[in-house]
């Protein structure tokens, strides 16, 4: 069974430059997340799917970051503009939903840096 | 607020020995408490998870203990071998929200 699918896997951009993240989750996991990893830290929640719903932006900073899963499968993250302090790891997990484990399976991430 | 502390940061033992990392949790409702392996340049991988109705968990060599009095839970690996070098987190939930709110991560490395 292939994994969560994340691209690219790396992206060198100047400050205010606009940047996206693309993420295909674990086939038939209808729960969808995006974490920010800084160096050295654990992932911080930024969005939550359930299909194609948003239900948990809380952590999203909306002025600049924006997220959508039309079709709820695939997704994607997008920084607009991007600031210096973005450079991280833009992690993406998947998880089968609320009627089932917690599990969530975690995809290699988009290593972001700002210059 | 909800919080995951971890200890230690950083953790070296010799091939063979065994390794123990340390979470407390903040919100006694949690109830799932899952353990990360990242890999550098990779994304964190699942290794093991303990539910709150459950004491202690393992698989092979690694095993994970729950105290919900203390809301402490362990994450033990015995006879460590050099490809267990990696940073672990652990993490906690509730059930039903599936927010985790993750350790700072333990850097192990085990030396040949």
């Known amino acids: 069974e292939a994994g969560v699918v994340q691209s690219p896997r790396y992206k060198i951009i100047e400050k205010k430059q606009p940047v996206a993240f693309w993420c295909n989750p674990i086939?038939?996991?209808?729960?969808l997340y995006w974490y920010l990893q800084n160096l050295g830290q654990g992932p911080e929640l930024l969005i939550r799917y359930e299909n194609e719903e948003a239900v948990d932006d809380s952590q999203l900073p909306k002025d600049r970051f924006s997220a959508e899963r039309l079709k709820g499968v695939d997704s994607t993250l997008k920084i607009q503009p991007a600031e210096l302090g973005d450079s991280a790891v833009y992690l993406c997990?998947?998880?089968?939903?609320?009627?089932?484990?917690?599990?969530?399976?975690f995809g290699p991430g988009t290593r972001l840096t700002v210059l | 607020g909800e919080n995951v502390e971890q200890h230690p940061s950083t953790l070296s033992v010799q091939e063979g020995d065994s390794a123990v990392i340390k979470c407390t949790y903040s919100?006694?409702?949690?109830?799932?408490f899952p353990w990360y392996k990242q890999e550098l340049g990779k994304g964190p991988q699942l290794i093991i998870d303990?539910?709150?109705?459950?004491g202690e968990k393992k698989d092979q060599r690694i095993a994970v203990t729950l105290n919900k009095t203390a809301k402490h839970f362990s994450l033990h690996i015995t006879e460590t071998q050099p490809e267990d070098s990696a940073v672990y987190f652990c993490?906690?939930?509730?059930?039903?929200?599936?927010?985790?709110?993750f350790g700072t991560g333990t850097r192990l490395k085990v030396l040949a």
């Open positions: 303990i539910r709150s109705n459950v």
């Open positions: 993490a906690a939930s509730k059930g039903g929200t599936y927010k985790y709110i």
């Open positions: 086939s038939g996991h209808n729960t």
């Open positions: 997990a998947s998880s089968p939903g609320l009627a089932t484990n917690n599990e969530q399976f």
């Open positions: 919100d006694s409702a949690s109830n799932y």
